[in-house]
């Protein structure tokens, strides 16, 4: 996290880096990765018969805020000041659709100081929004690349009842075409890497 510092700023995977920079996956995610946000844990480019390309995660802070994503930049503008005082700075949205069905808009933030470790402040913080009154999680990413074609093939359902499983808070998730993401508590996202690093890689 110490590139992360020097960077001063983090660019949101777009569409997962632009569908991974239109199909060269692997060096596109390690190429996103390379300021420390992140990190990849496994890689098969080998087999074409393994749908798995590459796992990663983000200990970067998220916000899961539970409002529709037509309204991301009003919300940004709204959670902001709210984030100020929390030493935070938000820096993009984007949207995602939650495990409960519900539009949210997902923001990336991180601490004004450089330091991406998850704040000693508590998960749930209350906002008060222009049109709403607002509860936001903080919560991080998992990332799973797979070779299968569509949102959700099998690998991506079988991580997700994986981690249901486990026991794991499915905060949301969102897939796109051979890429999907993962939202949980900052706290179980290296014990969910790890999960699914042993049990979705050969080995």
């Not at 996290?1 to 992360?4: G, I, K, N, P, V």
């Not at 991406?116 to 402040?121: E, I, T, W």
């Not at 074609?149 to 093939?153: I, N, Q, V």
């Given at each position: 996290?110490?590139?992360?510092s020097k960077a001063g700023a983090v660019v949101m995977k777009a569409d997962a880096i632009e569908y991974a920079r239109r199909h060269r996956i692997i060096f596109s995610l390690m190429s996103s990765f390379r300021e420390g946000r992140g990190t990849v844990v496994g890689a098969d480019r080998s087999s074409g018969d393994w749908p798995v390309l590459?796992?990663?995660f983000d200990r970067s802070i998220l916000i899961l805020d539970g409002v529709a994503g037509s309204r991301a930049e009003e919300v940004r503008e709204s959670v902001a000041p709210k984030l100020g005082e929390l030493g935070f700075?938000?820096?993009s949205a984007s949207w995602?659709?939650?495990s409960d069905g519900v539009d949210?808009?997902?923001f990336m933030v991180f601490r004004e100081d450089g330091i991406?470790?998850?704040?000693?402040?508590p998960g749930i913080v209350e906002c008060e929004y222009p049109w709403m009154k607002g509860r936001i999680r903080l919560c991080a990413s998992v990332t799973l690349i797979t070779r299968e074609?569509?949102?959700?093939?099998r690998i991506c359902s079988q991580a997700i009842r994986l981690l249901r499983d486990e026991g794991f808070e499915l905060l949301g998730y969102?897939?796109?075409d051979r890429c999907c993401h993962f939202f949980l508590p900052s706290d179980d996202v290296v014990p969910a890497v790890r999960i699914l690093h042993g049990k979705l890689f050969p080995g």
């Open positions: 996290m110490e590139a992360l590459g796992l990663s700075a938000p820096l995602i659709g939650s949210s808009s997902l991406a470790d998850p704040p000693a402040v074609a569509g949102p959700f093939g969102n897939a796109v």
